[in-house]
């Protein structure tokens, strides 16, 4: 079973409709990660929490939300998406000792029309 | 604010040696690390460096030079599934700012 799991792995919606990602990970990892990634590009960190009490902006967190239901589960929403929301989002972990190695899910391929 | 510098694309012939540099300008540096992502698949991790000098794993090297906010991944023995995007990111803050990506391709 895949350490880092991501729901649904592809979405098609319509502008100015909510919807949320979900990333659920069995590694025990405290840390965990949002990123978004457009066709040719990098990674762009959206969100990520050290602990379950812990939320932090990244640098595209804008027109996202997240939630830290327990330390296996981390969510993205996405409250009202547009257009230039589509992309790929990965959700990741790592461990506070070896925060250099993240592990990252298989992606959840997002379409807004 | 932080940015990272790295080619677009590098193409080489298998068997053969490539490497990979990165450049980057950030406050609060930790370390380098380098990622892979075959087709927009799940990035995986290669290497890090937090102190200047070269890290060997197996085919892989990866080096960095704090002095000079530089750093390069050396690819050797070249194989067709090296064909991918390698990806280098600075830590900062337990976070990480990842490079827009070199898509490195292998021909026969």
């Known amino acids: 079973d895949a350490d880092v799991t991501q729901t649904p792995r592809n979405r098609i919606t319509k502008t100015g409709k909510r919807i949320m990602l979900e990333c659920s990970q069995t590694?025990?990892?405290?840390?965990m990660y949002w990123y978004r990634q457009d066709p040719g590009l990098g990674l762009q960190l959206i969100y990520y929490?050290?602990?379950?009490?812990?939320?932090n902006k990244g640098e595209i967190s804008d027109g996202y939300s997240v939630s830290r239901q327990a330390q296996a589960k981390f969510s993205l929403s996405l409250e009202s998406a547009i257009p230039n929301q589509t992309a790929l989002y990965f959700c990741?972990?790592?461990?506070?000792?070896?925060?250099?190695?993240?592990?990252f899910g298989p992606g959840t391929r997002l379409t807004v029309l | 604010g932080q940015s990272l510098e790295q080619p677009s694309e590098v193409t080489a012939v298998e068997g053969a040696i490539v490497q990979i540099n990165c450049t980057y300008q950030?406050?609060?540096?930790?370390?380098l690390s380098w990622y892979q992502q075959h087709d927009g698949g799940a990035p995986t991790f290669l290497s890090y460096?937090?102190?200047?000098g070269l890290e060997e794993t197996g085919r892989f090297s990866s080096f960095l030079s704090r002095s000079d906010s530089y750093g390069y991944l050396l690819l050797q023995e070249l194989q067709m599934k090296d064909s991918a995007s390698y990806f280098c990111?600075?830590?900062?803050?337990?976070?990480?700012?990842f490079g827009q990506g070199t898509e490195l391709s292998v021909k026969p």
């Open positions: 990741a972990t790592s461990d506070p000792k070896r925060y250099n190695e993240q592990f």
């Open positions: 990111a600075v830590h900062q803050g337990g976070k990480l700012i």
């Open positions: 460096n937090a102190l200047d």
């Open positions: 590694k025990g990892h405290d840390r």
């Open positions: 929490s050290f602990d379950v009490k812990d939320i």
């Open positions: 950030t406050s609060g540096f930790y370390g």
